[in-house]
Each structure stands twice: as structure tokens, then as C-alpha cells.
């Protein structure tokens, strides 16, 4: 009876530390993945900070005149409209 008891004993014994290890395994792949997706979250927020820091040049490059270029369109459009 007894011999029964501690070769159930073992193989819960072995079960877990066979789990552990499993456990373990996935642990390290999931500290990988986390390292590999850290780079590439780190890799987008330096491209779109210097896509950025890009449009604010051209921004700030721009000529001020937009309202002259959208009230010229408007009597372009108006003079298509008449003439036709």
C-alpha cells in the first residue's frame, strides 16, 4: 500500500516538474517575443517622429497665402461654370 502511495507521489512529483519546465520554455520564448516586439514598437516611434519632425518643415515651409489659392480656385470654377 505504501509503495502505491509514494509511486503516485513520484509521478505527481514528476508531472510537475515536467509542467515547470514546460512553463519555463514558454517563459523565455515569451521574453523573446517581448524583447523582438519592444524593438519594433520602439522602431515605429522613431519613424513616425521623424515623419513628423518631416511634415512640420514642410509645414512650416508652406507659403501662408492659402486663402489667395482657394478664392482664385473659386472664380476659376465659377468662370468654367459661366462659359459653359
Known amino acids: 500500500m505504501t509503495t502505491d502511495l509514494f ?3 513520484e509521478q505527481k512529483v514528476e ?3 515536467d509542467t515547470i ?3 519555463r520554455l514558454q517563459i523565455e520564448e515569451l521574453e523573446e517575443e517581448n524583447l523582438a516586439l519592444k524593438a519594433e514598437h520602439e522602431k515605429w516611434r522613431s519613424d513616425l517622429t521623424s515623419l ?3 511634415l512640420d518643415q514642410v509645414d512650416a515651409q508652406e507659403p501662408k497665402h492659402n ?3 482657394e478664392s ?3 472664380s476659376l470654377e465659377e468662370d468654367t ?3 459653359a
Request: glycine content about 0%.
Open 7 to 9: 509511486l503516485q507521489l
Open 67 to 69: 486663402h489667395d489659392y
Open 21 to 23: 519546465e514546460l512553463l
Open 15 to 17: 508531472y510537475a516538474v
Open 72 to 74: 482664385e480656385d473659386q
Open 81 to 83: 461654370f459661366v462659359s
Open 52 to 54: 513628423i519632425n518631416r
